[in-house]
């Protein structure tokens, strides 16, 4: 059973930085491909980052230059910094793992970026 538990969101102001973390229950992190996903009030769940088992990263263009996706194997993590941040920003934001079919989500953080 994979488990997904993320942290790390909370209020920041306009231009600020945060660093989301999404740690995975298991023993098979080295070959999942994770990613981050937002949804933010009355839209649908968009992507925002991967990168694959192989270290592969791709960005939604909306946060290309401002946010960074990486994974530590030997912590069983997945980290999201997030700079430069604009209120357009503000989402719950999910932690996702994929393998084949399987796909797991975490519960989500809250990301507010407001004055």
């Known amino acids: 059973q994979v488990q997904l538990v993320e942290s790390g969101g909370g209020l920041v102001q306009p231009g600020g930085s945060l660093r989301l973390s999404c740690v995975v229950s298991?023993?098979?992190?080295?070959?999942?491909?994770m990613g981050w996903y937002r949804q933010a009030p009355g839209k649908q769940r968009e992507l925002v980052a991967t990168?694959?088992?192989?270290?592969?990263?791709n960005y939604a263009d909306s946060v290309k230059g401002r946010f960074s996706i990486s994974r530590d194997n030997a912590e069983n993590t997945v980290y999201l910094v997030m700079n430069s941040l604009k209120p357009e920003d503000t989402a719950v934001y999910y932690c996702?793992?994929?393998?084949?079919?399987?796909?797991?989500w975490g519960q989500g953080t809250q990301v507010t970026v407001s004055s």
């Open positions: 990168v694959t088992s192989g270290g592969v990263t």
């Open positions: 298991g023993s098979i992190f080295s070959i999942l491909n």
């Open positions: 996702n793992a994929g393998l084949l079919s399987y796909n797991y």
